[in-house]
């Protein structure tokens, strides 16, 4: 008699199910946390080795500059090296971090080369300091003085190489401290400009609504004016010297605040009771770097005169006349009276004009030469490249 096979289980003749193949690794999954770490470590390394390289052919071209008798510092190279650095970048970095990264690198190998000295309205984290830190890095010595004539001084006296002050306000206009020095030490040339965005913060350790007192400097508050009048009207506002002096004062009294800058606060270690109360949104103000010699030229240069005026009709028409004639075009133009001999009451003028280009183009020589005729006095403050606004 023939028996039927029992029917086998579907798990197989045991009952078990088949065993399960080893799985492979899963193409899938991205790398791990570890193998990332170690690729920036790798990187890394490979970063601070090509960047001392670079300080090393830096120190190298600093060697030669001073054989040659130049400077170590030239603001036109400088701006070359950032704009091909930003050039070249395809993200994700944003531009400001590139910025102040290689502002760094250059700052720490020409402090390779030569110790400098920047002389500047301090004290230390008012604009005026930022702005120095902006162009030159921290690897340089910033000596922060008390005033505008200070500093002009300090340069005129060769203690520093160097200085930093506040030329023009998109807000308020001319720095009139400035010019007056101008007048005085027409010698100081300017060798660089820094346009500066300035955002203003309410700084204090009490509550808004506690500020019976708001300190700062008088360009700083009327700057701020409506926001502070809307925001805080039961605070008194006070004049000082700085921006950074007001945020120390915020600090040791209590019920005050100062309008300040966001760095003055990490210093001061103050509570941002409220940022950017500037009321226009664009507040840039305008710094020159002055120094004993004038710039190179680059090929996107402004030109800063001081021309001395009568007061006559038509003295002005006739002295910007040849600026126009040759096709140079005009960016800024401030008027500022000052006495001519014992009578008052009929000054002179002084006008500050910037027009595009180098002293040595072609056309803006040719228009000079044409104005010297027609004024009683023609200083060229300076030739310097122009400069992208940064961020304070």
Known sequence: MNRKSAPKNRTGTSGKPPASKPRGPDTKRGPSLDSLRQEIDRLDQELVK?????AQVAARIGQLKHDQGLEVWSAAREDQVLAKALGSSQGPLPEETLRIIFRELMSGSRALQRSIRVACLGPKYSYSHLASVAKFG????????????????????????????????????????????FTKLPNVKIRAEVRLRIHHCLL???????????YSKS?????????????????????VVSTAAAAELARVEEFAAAVAS?????????????????????????FAVISEHPGERTGRDKTTLMIRLPNQVGSLSKVISPFEKLGVNMTWIESFPI???????????????DVEG???????????????????????????????????
């Open 50 to 54: 090509h960047m001392n390289r670079r």
């Open 138 to 181: 921290e690897a340089v010595e910033h000596v922060p003085l008390g005033s505008i004539a200070a500093v002009f001084e300090e340069v005129n006296r060769r203690t520093v190489q160097f200085g930093l002050v506040p030329l023009e306000n998109s807000t308020d206009g001319r720095i009139a401290d400035t010019l007056e020095m």
């Open 204 to 214: 204090g350790r009490c509550e808004w609504s506690q500020v019976r007192r708001v």
């Open 219 to 239: 360009q700083a508050l009327s700057q701020c004016r409506d926001w502070l009048g809307k925001n805080v009207p039961q605070a008194v506002k006070v004049e």
């Open 262 to 286: 966001r760095a003055a606060a990490t210093a001061c270690k103050l509570d941002i009771l409220a940022e950017n109360i500037e009321d226009q949104h664009y507040n840039v103000t305008r």
């Open 339 to 353: 006495p001519s001999g014992s009578s008052e009451s009929d000054p002179s003028y002084l006008f500050f004009i």
């Open 358 to 392: 180098h002293f040595d183009d072609e056309p803006v020589k040719k228009a000079l030469e044409s104005a010297r005729k027609r004024c009683e006095r023609l200083d060229i403050l300076g030739s310097y490249p122009k400069s992208l606004c940064v961020e304070s």
